[in-house]
């Protein structure tokens, strides 16, 4: 590790010797040139040298680059710590605000061949983690009834590999199965959600992977399709033969994976997660949900009845809501909030039952957040928002709807990438918005253009990036989101990430001006006006623009996860700063010009400088800024549309429902808490619809 910090010290100083030596013989050239006393040999013998400096150039650039190899124990252990932390929040909202799990237990489901070894025949919740690491290989196949805490045993899991974790052991990441589109390949897929969701570039994410660094815990493959028939193409089928073919070295390498066992049950005629260990998540006790209502309510002894009750009858309504880690905290917050938990005794049927919980699940939510001294907002308001939602993505799991070749989440709200629900008017909006400040800032560079002959070549330019800004921006159906961090820039690494750009922007600013000179050289043209003219254009848009290609490209953040909100907020902030970048080159072009052309001391133009570098920056940087993040300006343009169905600041909602105990957090998208609560909501909303309507509403059968 030493040696090569050594080799890279020795190589960032060459690049800076390099580029000080390129910079000092690209001024003297223009210092020469602007002389006057060259015969014309002498001029093209100068210029042969300063086009020799351009592959030079990108040898120093290479050289200040970052190097390639990324220190990959000190990476993964920067990702377990982000890891540890997300997963931590999101135990506690799984737990609905409380730290202790019921101690769930497990069977072992043994299977004719291929099946890990080392598995024992039970387990707890509690020791999941040393039961993991005594399979070989370690895959893992949790399933279990609906809402028996399958996520939570594989939090439980991660948590536990995470507090014991060696230097050399893979990093538990979860990942929503639902959100995989298996035409893509398996790797390529696991990249994306791991840069997404932990900010990190996708060289270093492939490289992760690709070293099996991190070990994926997939959760819910039960939900990639609607329904699993016989012998019917499906989603999940294709992922298990991804997943069977998942190798490290000559071994199946390691894996986690959550589903409903009725799902697997019938995958399993046809295929099957080879080479691991299936268990199956055990029913709670009368005896652990009594344990559960006693921490968590403040009168258990009106809950006795109910605990009685299921005791007597195993197969009654009441036993079947005390069944599930689900139906236990859908119960215990429904009765929290108000009510007798003894009327639980007058219903004789489960699915009766169930739906009367659901029916009172957010409002019992929302007071249970009100008594919290916690944001609020009106039941009316939060049904309709969340059934909106919910019946979303319950089409798009019906119909299997599809949007410019992308198959839509029936599970997943990503900010912006649900522009799908307001139909193609969110995209006709997303180009309209990129258009005005497009032209915009091409009437003022017309405009400049009239008015200062010597800005045309400038003002094309930037005329000629904003044109193909707003082409692109009409072009992309699913713009990604980029993410600038210029606090980087205290770091050594940082600082070394944008020399190369900056030293190439400027090098090719110098060569740009000469060879804008050269050709007009004549009796009635000034080589020295030409030449810093020339100069005073390109030199500025070489050097902020190398500096604004440097963040872009080369910067990376430590691995964190800020929350499926920081995506948008990131893409408009990158969208600023570079916006910001081109207003800075565009007004000291402006600003040097000026001084140059009417003859004044660039010191004597200082203040001018800063005043319009303040004013035009800030407005071309909401500008650009607008042009530029797509991601954010999508989000923004589906807001638009669904105004009146959703809230104006849709994010800070979907954060209070999570915090709620409404929806749950999978790695850079909200899902709804459990897929029977999405769908309870989907049939509510269509319901209303269809009566608003004065129609029959259409049945998710």
């Excluded at 691991?276 to 009594?290: G, H, M, P």
């Amino acid at each position: 590790m030493r040696g090569a910090r050594q080799r890279e010290w020795v190589r960032y100083s060459g690049g800076l010797l390099l580029a000080a030596a390129c910079l000092a013989v690209g001024f003297w050239a223009v210092v020469t040139f602007m002389s006057g006393n060259l015969t014309t040999s002498d001029k093209l013998g100068v210029f042969g040298l300063l086009l020799a400096l351009l592959p030079l150039a990108g040898a120093v650039a290479k050289m200040l680059k970052p190097s390639s190899e990324i220190d990959l124990v000190q990476t993964a252990r920067e990702l377990a710590e982000a890891v540890e932390k997300s997963e931590l929040a999101q135990r506690t909202r799984l737990l609905g605000g409380d730290n202790q799990p019921i101690d769930v237990a497990f069977t072992f489901r043994a299977a004719p061949s291929r099946v890990a070894i080392g598995a024992a025949p039970a387990g707890r919740l509690s020791e999941i983690s040393g039961y993991y690491r005594r399979i070989q290989p370690r895959r893992l196949l949790i399933t279990g009834a609906a809402g028996a805490g399958k996520t939570v045993l594989a939090v439980e899991l991660m948590l536990g590999l995470l507090e014991k974790r060696e230097a050399d052991e893979p990093v538990p990441v979860r990942m929503a199965l639902a959100g995989w589109d298996t035409t893509r390949p398996l790797d390529a897929w696991m990249t994306g959600e791991l840069a997404d969701t932990y900010q990190l570039s996708l060289t270093t994410a492939r490289r992760l992977i690709d070293r099996r660094c991190v070990l994926p815990v997939l959760d819910g493959l039960d939900e990639m399709d609607a329904e699993v028939g016989d012998g019917e193409p499906c989603r999940a089928a294709e992922a298990l033969a991804s997943l069977n073919r998942y190798q490290a070295g000559r071994q199946m390498a390691p894996v986690v994976v959550t589903c409903r066992a009725a799902t697997y049950d019938a995958l399993a005629a046809r295929i099957r997660l080879l080479d691991a260990a299936c268990i199956d998540v055990s029913s709670v006790t009368a005896q652990q949900a009594q344990n559960f209502v006693a921490a968590r309510v403040f009168a258990p002894d009106d809950w006795q009845p109910v605990i009685d009750d299921a005791r007597r009858h195993p197969q009654g309504a009441a036993a079947h809501v005390l069944s599930t880690p689900w139906l236990l905290t859908l119960v215990v917050t429904v009765y929290q909030a108000e009510g007798d938990p003894r009327e639980l005794l007058r219903f004789t049927g489960p699915a009766a039952l169930r739906s009367h919980l659901l029916d009172r699940f957010v409002p019992a939510a929302i007071e249970l957040q009100k008594r919290a001294g916690n944001r609020t907002y009106r039941p009316e308001q939060v049904g309709r928002w969340l059934g909106f939602l919910a019946r979303y993505l319950t089409d798009n799991a019906l119909e299997r709807r599809t949007m410019s070749g992308h198959l839509l989440s029936n599970t997943d709200l990503v900010l912006h990438q649900i522009w799908p629900l307001a139909g193609k008017r969110a995209r006709a909006v997303d180009i309209a918005i990129s258009s005005i400040p497009g032209l915009v800032i091409l009437s003022w560079l017309v405009l400049i253009s009239i008015n200062e002959h010597t800005q045309i070549p400038a003002s094309m330019v930037l005329a000629l990036l904003t044109i193909g800004w707003i082409c692109i921006a009409a072009r992309i159906a699913w713009p990604a989101p980029k993410s600038i961090s210029p606090g980087r820039l205290r770091t050594p690494e940082g600082r070394r990430a944008v020399a190369g750009p900056v030293a190439f922007g400027v090098i090719m600013a110098l060569a740009l001006s000469l060879a804008t000179v050269l050709p007009n050289l004549g009796p009635e043209y000034s080589l020295a006006y030409g030449a810093v003219s020339a100069m005073t254009l390109l030199f500025p848009i070489g050097l902020v623009g190398g500096f604004a290609f440097g963040l872009r490209r080369n910067l990376e953040t430590t691995a964190s996860s800020r929350g499926p909100n920081a995506l948008v907020r990131a893409d408009l902030r990158s969208g600023v700063l570079l916006g910001f970048s081109a207003a800075a080159a565009f007004t000291l072009t402006l600003v040097i010009s000026n001084s140059v052309t009417y003859h004044e001391s660039l010191q004597s133009t200082l203040g001018v400088a800063v005043i319009l570098m303040v004013i035009s920056g800030s407005v071309m940087a909401v500008l650009c800024g607008l042009i530029w993040a797509g991601a954010w300006r999508r989000y923004f343009s589906t807001l638009l549309c669904t105004r009146g169905r959703l809230p104006w600041r849709l994010g800070r909602f979907l954060v209070w429902a999570s915090d709620a105990g409404l929806l749950r957090v999978a790695g850079n998208a909200y899902q709804f808490r459990h897929r029977e609560l999405q769908d309870h909501l989907a049939d509510a909303a269509a319901c209303a619809a269809g009566q608003a309507a004065g129609g029959a509403p259409r049945s998710r059968a």
